[in-house]
C-alpha cells in the first residue's frame, strides 16, 4: 500500500452578486455612503450576506516570503485582482509560522481575514509545535489545489545521483548527513517517510535540523551548510541549470511522472527528476491548500466566499502560477473542501502516530 502524506481562491462578492473570472467583471451593489457598520446591521436583518464590506482583503500568510505558501498566495490574490473591482489584497508575511497562525486564528470572523493553510498547519500542531488546532480554530472555505511535486536536492558535488544511491551512502556513513526541514512539520515528516519507504530503519540515520523556508533550504544547500533538503521544481530547476546544486528526484500526488511534472511547468526535465515510484520507490506526497478563515465564520459567509472562487480556475495569474509551481489546480465547493481537509487530517495523524511523532 502506497504511503501516502497528506500535506488558494478567486473572485469575490460585491454587494449581493458575485463577480466571476469568466466573464466581464460585474460591480456590486451601490454602496456609497454606506458605512461598513450599516452594513453588515442591513445584512443581518435582511438575511443577505454582503461581501466584502470594505474594500481590503488580509491575507495571513505563516511562512518567510518566496516560499512555496507565499507564492501560492501572491498567485491567489493576483487571479482576484482580474475579477475584482475596488477591493486591495493585504498580503503578510510572518517569519514565525506560529505567530501567522495564531493571528488568523485571532481574528473576526467576518471573512475579511483569510489565511492559507495546507498539512503543515495539522503536523505542527499534532507534533506539538503549534498551539492552533486547524479543525478547531479555523474554518475551511475552499481547497484551490491538490499540491504538486517536490524536488529532492543536493550539493551540486554530492557523491550520490539520485535516491538509490543516496540511499546506499547513508547505510555506508550513518548519522553522517543533515537535511534540512521544518522539525516536526511537513517537511520532516516527508522525509521521515520517504527514507523509511526506501528502507527500514534509515530514516533513522540521517541527522534534521531546523531549516523551514524554501530559500533557507536553496542557500543552505548550495553552500553545503546541510547536505539535503526539498523544494519546488522550478527552483530546483533553476538552481541545478545554474551549478549550485542537483536534483536526486521528485515526490508528488499519486503517480505524477517526471513527464507529467514538465508538462505542468511547460519545460524540459532531465532524469534527475524522476519521481519516486520511477525510481522504484513506494512513496508518494498528496497535499492540497485551502483558504481558511477563523473559526466561527457564518455558513452563509463561506458559501458565498466559496461560490466567488470558483471562478480561480480561469483566473490566467492563479493558472499560470499553479503551472509554474507544477501544482495541480482543484477547487472544490465547501463540502467537497471540508471532506478532502478531514482525510488528510486522518492520513497526518496515523503517519505521525507511526513515526512516533504525535503529541497531541
Known amino acids: 500500500m502506497k504511503k501516502k502524506i497528506a500535506l488558494i481562491t478567486a473572485a469575490l462578492l460585491l454587494g449581493t452578486s458575485l463577480a466571476g473570472c469568466s466573464g466581464s467583471q460585474k460591480a456590486a451593489a451601490d454602496t456609497a455612503g454606506t458605512s461598513a457598520g450599516n452594513e453588515k446591521k442591513e445584512a ?18 505563516p511562512a518567510k516570503a518566496g516560499g512555496g505558501t507565499d507564492l501560492i498566495t501572491r498567485y491567489v490574490t493576483a487571479g482576484w485582482e482580474t475579477c475584482l473591482s475596488g477591493v486591495n489584497f493585504v498580503v503578510t508575511n510572518y517569519d514565525t509560522s506560529e505567530v501567522g497562525a495564531q493571528h488568523a486564528a485571532k481574528a473576526d470572523p467576518d471573512g475579511m481575514n483569510l489565511t492559507v493553510a495546507a498539512c503543515a498547519n495539522m503536523d505542527n500542531y499534532l507534533s506539538g509545535s503549534s498551539e492552533v488546532n486547524p479543525m478547531e480554530d479555523l474554518t475551511v ?26 540511499m546506499e551512502y547513508i547505510k555506508e556513513h550513518p548519522s553522517e548527513l543533515t537535511v534540512g526541514c521544518t ?25 534534521y535540523v531546523q531549516c523551514s523556508s524554501e530559500a533557507d533550504k ?85 458559501q458565498t466566499i466559496n461560490e466567488s472562487l470558483q471562478g480561480l480556475t480561469e483566473a490566467q495569474p492563479f493558472v499560470d502560477g499553479m503551472n509554474t509551481m507544477a501544482m495541480l489546480i482543484d477547487v472544490k465547493d465547501v463540502e467537497g473542501s471540508k471532506a478532502d481537509f478531514q482525510t488528510e487530517w486522518d492520513i497526518n495523524y496515523e503517519l505521525l502516530s507511526n513515526l512516533g511523532l504525535m503529541i497531541r
Open 183 to 207: 522539525l516536526g512539520g511537513t517537511s520532516q515528516l516527508i522525509w521521515l517517510n520517504t527514507l523509511a519507504a526506501m528502507e527500514e530503519g534509515l530514516d533513522q540515520q540521517v541527522n
Open 141 to 166: 472555505i475552499c481547497k484551490v489545489n491538490a499540491g504538486g511535486p517536490q524536488a529532492w536536492i543536493a550539493s551540486p558535488d554530492a557523491p550520490y545521483n539520485n535516491m538509490k544511491e543516496l
Open 44 to 61: 443581518a436583518a435582511s438575511g443577505e450576506v454582503k461581501w466584502p464590506s470594505g474594500s481590503t482583503i488580509y491575507f495571513d500568510v
Open 218 to 302: 536553496l542557500t543552505n544547500v548550495a553552500s553545503k551548510a546541510i547536505d539535503l533538503g526539498n523544494c519546488s521544481v522550478n527552483n530546483a530547476l533553476s538552481y541545478q541549470q545554474d551549478g549550485k546544486l542537483k536534483v536526486l528526484g521528485i515526490v508528488g500526488p499519486g503517480s505524477l511522472t517526471k513527464d507529467e511534472c514538465a508538462k505542468l511547468i511547460g519545460q524540459e526535465l532531465n532524469d534527475s527528476f524522476l519521481s519516486m515510484p520511477e525510481q522504484g520507490i513506494d512513496a508518494v506526497w498528496d497535499s492540497g491548500y485551502y483558504i481558511m478563515g477563523p473559526a466561527g465564520m457564518d455558513s452563509a459567509l463561506v
